[in-house]
Structures are given as C-alpha cells and as structure tokens.
C-alpha cells in the first residue's frame, strides 16, 4: 500500500530484483568470454535469473536474519554436537551445489575430458551466488578446494571424490557412506596462532603403525572451524614427525558420531547465516594424507583454491552493492533531479564502477591461470597474483561497499537493503585464507625463492601494456621496487598493491572501453593521490562509464 493517512509514499527506488545477474553485467560477460569461459555462457544466463531473482534475495535475507544455532546436547543431556539452520540457508546451499560450484573445478575427474574454462565458469557461478548470499559460499569454496589435497591419499580421494562431485546436496546428518553428495570443511587455525600454523598443539597419535592414509587420533582443539555441519574436515596436526595433515569425518566407518565436540559458535560482524565454531578433538579419529610432517604443503593447494575465491566473491559483492546504488540514483529525485544526473553523484557512480570492473577483470584473469596450469605463464601468474589479486580486491572492497551504501542515503544503512549486510560480509575476505600482510609476505617469498615467475608476469605485463604512457611509468615503479633489496619487508603492501594496479589497468587498457581503461589509469596509476571515491574524472564520461556498469 502507498497510501498511509498522514502521507504518500513516492520517489523511493523500486526493489532491485528480478535482474539477471549475468546479462545486466558486462564487464563480467566480457571478462567470462575473454578468459576461456564462453562455452558456460547459456548456463550461467540461466544461473544469473535465478541468482537475481526476488526469491534468491529473500532467501538470503531469511538465511542472515535467522543464523545458526549450537545444539550441543539433547533434551536428556547426551552429546549431539549439531548445528541447525534456517531452511533459506539450506535452500541456498542446494543452489549452489546442484550449479556444482562446490566442486566443478574438477568435473574431468569425474571419468569425462577435461572441461575448457572451468573454473572461469565456476567463479562466475559463485560471482553470482555470492551476491544471492554470502555466508553458504564458505562450505562451497572450501569443498572445491579441498579436492587437490584429498588427491594425495589416493584411497582418501577414492572414498571421498565421488561424493564431492555429485551435485546433490544432502543436509542431513548421518555417514556419508549413507549419502550422496558431501562437503568438506578446514580446521587450521587454533587459539595461539592462524598464521603460524606451525605453532599449533593438537596432537595427532597413530593407532596402529601410523604412515600414510593411516587412521590417527587427535586431541586438541581449533578456534575457528567454519561450516561445522560439513562431512569431514581437513585438519592439521603434530604426528610424531612433526605437523601433519589429516581428513577428519563427522562419523566413523562403524557409524558412530566422531569426538568433535563443538564448543560455541562465534558471534560475527558479518557473515551470519554461516557457522563458524571452536571446537575441542576429544581422541577424535582422522587418516593422515601424505607424510607425516608435510602438513602444510598438504593443506597449501586448498588454501590456493580458496584465496582465488576470497578474490571473486569480494568482486560480486562489489558489483551487486554498486548496482543497488545506480539503480537507487537513477530512480531517486532530489533537487528536481535523478540523483544520478547529479554531477557530483556521477563522479562517484562512476569512480566506483571503475574498481568493480577492475576487480573482475582481475579476478577473472587470475580464475583463468587456474584453468591452464600447464601453461608456465599461467602457472607463474597463478603463483603470484594469487596473494595479489586476493590482498588488492580484498582490501579494496569494504570501502568501496560503504561509499555504495552512502550513495543509498539511510536506507543504505538500514539492514532491509543489502548494502548493509554486504559492508558488514566483505573485510572476512581480508581477514582469512592468509590476512592483507601474509599475502604481502607471500609475494616477497615468491620474489625471493623464484624470481623467474616474477620476471614472467612482469614481461607479460609489459608486452601488453604497450604505448601507454602512464602505464609504462607504472611499470618502471614496480620494477624500482622489486630490485630495492632495502626495506622489503616493509615495502611489502605497497609492492603488492602497485603490482595489482598494474595488471588491472594492463587488463583494462587491453579490454575495456577506453573511457573506462582512460579513467582507471589516470586516477590509480597516476595523478594527485586519493583516499575517497568520487573525484579526478573531471571531463570524464561519467554516463558512459555508468551504463557500462548497469545497463538502464
Ligand atoms: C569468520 C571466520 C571464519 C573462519 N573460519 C576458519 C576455518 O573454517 N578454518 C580455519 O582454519 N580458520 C578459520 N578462520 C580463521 C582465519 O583463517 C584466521 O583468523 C586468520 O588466518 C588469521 O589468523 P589469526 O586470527 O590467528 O591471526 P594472526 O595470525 O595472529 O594474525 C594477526 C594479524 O597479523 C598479521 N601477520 C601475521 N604474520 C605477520 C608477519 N609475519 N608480519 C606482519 N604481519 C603479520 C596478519 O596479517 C593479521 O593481520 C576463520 C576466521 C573468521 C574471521
């Protein structure tokens, strides 16, 4: 109803929804055909309808404003150790699994061929879903990036595979031997240390003779254990001969209920439809993968995959709360005038699209190294600018969502938007899978242990950025700053943060429009330093860069 006693309600936006989260997106249409992906295009037309609809919107409303509850005991007091969820979580969950997004990464292991641009055409799947709902994307990055450590047991991998590539998603909780489709959690980080994992105490014994793919058991406990209800878990360890890497399922072969016993959920700023728990290893059972002692070389492959989805799905949030923004100003009149025919929102409209679309074009040129791993300049690429590519469009993120959400006025504050929501989900992108520092120190230890794949992204880097002259300056400046040995460790986020600009402008230059390619580099990569949106396009195209953005 529009109509109350006292007044009428008008010049309010109509609800963003009903879009189609792929057609209405160019810069990601253009950058899933650029990067190898072409041949998903029908399929994630159709995934972009039911990832923009009302109905996907409210389920992901549903799923936060109802978290999940601990339930560590029954009503007599025995162990149930079981964490339930609203139905619109589960909804989400069964979306995003039968897309396969938890495990199409790895559909050629399935028995068919190997499938061309599959993961430029998975992050655009999750692109998408995560813009439906961010919290269920945890479980589903985490299940596709388990599968190159569960390989390395290749009984393991035998047991388990079939069941993380089936597009079923099956909530309940029994033995997987009792289901069809699993997924797979990460329990790494313990009270005394996340980034040095190294330092964690959990004790892992062999029950028999230990080795290889043998059963151990564990004691001790994780501080963060996300996605509590997964199947099993890849969990680290101190074996005997030092931290191991271990796969740790709810149930026993004998179907019994494993000793993980969850101690409370954590109550989180954002990210609140999924759960994330502390959790105690009383004499828990778990099969070692690998050797024991290669923990983290184990464990580090999944990490890899799910940095790449940090990455992507800090992009999607960046372009889902931009187009709430423009399709707000375009509806919304103040002073006799759209909000966005204000000159001034025009200018931070259109800032703001500029590092959305460098964001995915980034996103997606690293999803494609991911996908030619046998190519020596994708595998170089993949190394580096994957702690890149994460710090820069991680960091970058949570500001860019609070200025979209200014540009909603109050009610981008108010949690029935998504602006809110979303400003609170994205700095968790920073913050795990490796905060903004380790990622910086990851790319000095690419510098210094293999400075053959620094040399062959920057010449790649280089070949594309041709003539242009602001770009070649840049270069020049990162070239300073990878041979200054002095002061490295402190230069490690401006070295990261300059090599990301780079190869986004260089992305840009090559593929966008040159309004927007023109624009990005004379404001990131040249010009009076900035530390808001919304200034320097001064003569830009500011319509042009919109439409691009969202097409009206
Ligand atoms: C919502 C949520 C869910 C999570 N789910 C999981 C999960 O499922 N499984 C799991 O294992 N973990 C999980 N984590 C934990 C997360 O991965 C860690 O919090 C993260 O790795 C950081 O570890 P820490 O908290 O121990 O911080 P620390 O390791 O103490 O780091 C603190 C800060 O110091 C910085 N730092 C570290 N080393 C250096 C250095 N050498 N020089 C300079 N700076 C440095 C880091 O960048 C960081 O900013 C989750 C965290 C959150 C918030």
Redesign the pocket.
Known sequence: MNEFATHEVFNQSPPFEDVNLFTTDRALMEAVNREGGGSAVRRLTAFGEVCGSAAAFERGRLANEHPPRLKPFDSKGHRLDVVEFHPAYHECMGVSVAEGLHCSSWDHLAGGKPVPGANVARSAGCYMAIQMEAGHQ?PIT?TNAAVPTLRLQPEIAQAWLPKVLARVYDKSFRPASAKRGATI?????????????RANTTKAVPAAGGGPGAEYILTGH??????PMCDA?L??AQAPKGLSCFLMPRFLPDGSVNALHFQRL?E????RS?A??EVEFRGAHAWLIGEEGRGVPGIIEMVTGTRLDCAVASAGLMRLVLANAVHHCRHRTVFQKKLADQPLMGQVLADLALDAEAATALAFRLSRSFDRASDPHAAAWRRLMTPVTKYWICKLAPAFAYEAMECLGGNGYIEDGVAARVYRELP?NA???????????DLLRVLQREPETVEIVMDDLAATAGGDTHLKAHLARVHRLLHEPRFL?QR?RALTESLATLAAGTILRAHAPASVADAFIATRLAGAPRQTYGHGLDGVDTRAIIERALPA
Do not use: P, R
Request: aromatic letters at 8%; glycine letters at 18%; hydrophobic letters at 40%.
């Open positions: 945890c985490m959690g990460m329990g790494m980080t313990e009270k005394q240390g996340g980034t040095d994992v994780k501080w963060f254990m996300s996605a878990f969990v680290l954590k989180k700023l954002g990210n999924n994330s728990s968790v913050i795990w899978e490796g905060s903004g520092n380790v990622m910086a120190l460790e490690g």
